[in-house]
């Protein structure tokens, strides 16, 4: 196992995942009104499944789509 290489507080090694929770905040969970905790769990995988995994183009990955990078590499 290998410590996370910033100090304690600094998101630089968790820049991604900070990423994606601001934009799943953002686009997914905040201009919705759920009424259920599984309303909200539809909301957030329909997002993920539908739209952020297939088609959105992410800068780690070279601007390709998180399926297409899986394709390309044979992981699929």
């Given at each position: ?28 969970l ?17 997002d ?19 399926v ?9």
């Amino acid at each position: 196992m290998r410590p996370s290489l910033s100090a304690a507080g600094n998101g630089c090694d968790h820049a991604a995942m900070e990423s994606f929770w601001s934009t799943l905040k953002t686009e997914a969970l905040q201009p919705n009104d759920f009424q259920t905790h599984q309303q909200a769990r539809l909301a957030i995988f329909d997002d993920i499944e539908t739209f952020d995994n297939p088609k959105r183009l992410h800068s780690a990955l070279g601007y390709q789509s998180p399926v297409a990078f899986e394709r390309k590499r044979g992981y699929e």
